[in-house]
C-alpha cells in the first residue's frame, strides 16, 4: 500500500524559524541538565566553563527570537530560558554574557507582554532587569558608590565607551521602565534625572543602538512626563523624529512609543492616529530581523487605536 501524504493546512506547518526557537527551547533544558550534573559531580572551573559555553549558545540564538513572527510562541519559550540563565548565573554569577541576556531579558518580557495586563508584575520583573544591569555596570566599572549622585554619574560614564552602550542601555531601560509602572511613588520620580542620564550617554556614544533605542527612550521619557514635573515634550518630538530617520521609520515600536507619549501629552490627535494607522497598515514583512517587535508593535497600535476615546 503507497504512502499517502497528509493535506497541508496552516495549523500543521511549522516556519523554520518556529523550529529554531523551539529547538533552542529543547537545547537550554537538555544543557540545564548536564549542568546540574556537573554542579554535583564537578568543580567550579568545569562548571564555569560549560557556562560560558550555555552563555555563547544563548547569546547567539537571541536574534532567532527577533525574527520570529509568532509573539505567542516567543511568550511560551521566554520564561524556561529565563530561568536558565537565572540558574547559570548562580554558577557564574560575574558572567558579563549572561548578566547582559538577563538585563535585556527580563526587560524585554515584561515590555512586550506583561505590563499592559499585569502591571505590578511587571514592575518585579523589571527591578529584577535592574539588578542585573547593575551587576553589569558593576564589572565595568561603571556605577558610582551613590547611585543617587548625579555628578557621580557624569565624572564616571565619561570613561564609558561604545562597546559599554548595550550594558547602560539596557540597565536604563529596565530602570525607566520600573519607574514608568511606578510613577505615584515620589522615590520613583526622583530616579529620572539617573535614568535619563545613562540613556542620553548611550545617545551620545552610538545613537543606532538597537533600532535606534536610545532616541526612542528618550523621546518616550521626555513626552511622557508632565510638564510640570519636568517633562519636554519639544524635546520628545526632536528624538522621536531623529529615531524615525535612523531606523527609516521600519521599527515599528518608534512611532507607537510616539503616539503613545508625545501625542497624547500634547493633545495631538491627528498625529497620534495617522502615527498608530502607519504602524497597523504596515507590510508583514517589513523589517524582518525585527519581526517579534513590529508584531508587537501592531498589536499595541490597534489596542492604542481603540482607546483613542479615553486620551482626548
Given at each position: 500500500m503507497k504512502?499517502?501524504?497528509l493535506?497541508v493546512s496552516?495549523?500543521?506547518v ?7 526557537c523551539r ?12 549542568l546540574?550534573?556537573?554542579s554535583?559531580?564537578?568543580?567550579c572551573s568545569?562548571?564555569r ?10 547569546k ?6 527577533m525574527k520570529?513572527t ?5 511568550r511560551?519559550a521566554?520564561?524556561?530560558n ?8 548562580e554558577?557564574?554569577?560575574d558572567?558579563q ?13 515584561a ?6 495586563n ?5 514592575k518585579k520583573l523589571?527591578?529584577r532587569?535592574?539588578?542585573y544591569?547593575f ?16 555628578d557621580a554619574?557624569d ?5 564609558a ?6 550594558a547602560i542601555?539596557w540597565?536604563?531601560f ?5 519607574i ?12 529620572i534625572p ?5 540613556a542620553?550617554q548611550?545617545?551620545?556614544l ?8 536610545p532616541?526612542t527612550?528618550?523621546g518616550f ?5 508632565p ?9 520628545s518630538?526632536?528624538h ?6 535612523l531606523?527609516?521609520r521600519?521599527f ?21 492616529n495617522?502615527?498608530?494607522s502607519e ?12 519581526a517579534?517587535?513590529n508584531a ?17
Amino acid at each position: 500500500m503507497k504512502n499517502q501524504k497528509l493535506p497541508v493546512s496552516s495549523e500543521n506547518v511549522i516556519t523554520p524559524l518556529q523550529k529554531r526557537c523551539r529547538e533552542l527551547l529543547s537545547l537550554s533544558i537538555r544543557i540545564g541538565a548536564i549542568l546540574f550534573i556537573f554542579s554535583v559531580f564537578s568543580g567550579c572551573s568545569v562548571n564555569r566553563l560549560a557556562v560560558g559555553q550555555m552563555g555563547g549558545l544563548m547569546k547567539d540564538g537571541f536574534p532567532a527570537y527577533m525574527k520570529e513572527t509568532d509573539p505567542e510562541l516567543v511568550r511560551d519559550a521566554m520564561p524556561a530560558n529565563l530561568k536558565l540563565i537565572e540558574s547559570l548565573l548562580e554558577i557564574d554569577p560575574d558572567n558579563q554574557t549572561l548578566l547582559m541576556l538577563a538585563c535585556q531579558g527580563f526587560s524585554a518580557y515584561a515590555f512586550m507582554f506583561i505590563e499592559e495586563n499585569d502591571p505590578t508584575r511587571a514592575k518585579k520583573l523589571y527591578q529584577r532587569a535592574k539588578k542585573y544591569g547593575f551587576a553589569m555596570l558593576k564589572q565595568r566599572g561603571l556605577i558610582p558608590d551613590n547611585i543617587y549622585d548625579l555628578d557621580a554619574w557624569d565624572k564616571i560614564l565619561s570613561h564609558a565607551g561604545k562597546d559599554d552602550v548595550p550594558a547602560i542601555f539596557w540597565t536604563a531601560f529596565a530602570w525607566g521602565g520600573k519607574i514608568q509602572l511606578d510613577r505615584e511613588s515620589p522615590f520613583s520620580i526622583a530616579d529620572i534625572p539617573f535614568v535619563i542620564r545613562l540613556a542620553e550617554q548611550t545617545a551620545t556614544l552610538d545613537p543606532a543602538y538597537w533600532f535606534a533605542g536610545p532616541d526612542t527612550f528618550l523621546g518616550f521619557y521626555h513626552g511622557n512626563v508632565p510638564k510640570p514635573i519636568g517633562g519636554k515634550p519639544e524635546l520628545s518630538k526632536q528624538h522621536f523624529e531623529k529615531a524615525l530617520k535612523l531606523t527609516g521609520r521600519n521599527f515599528l515600536m518608534v512611532q507607537v512609543l510616539y503616539a503613545r507619549s508625545y501625542a497624547i501629552q500634547v493633545q495631538d490627535r491627528n498625529l497620534y492616529n495617522a502615527l498608530l494607522s502607519e504602524v497597523i497598515d504596515s507590510s508583514k514583512d517589513v523589517l524582518p530581523k525585527a519581526a517579534l517587535s513590529n508584531a508587537i508593535a501592531r498589536q499595541k497600535a490597534k489596542q492604542l487605536m481603540k482607546q483613542s476615546d479615553d486620551f482626548f
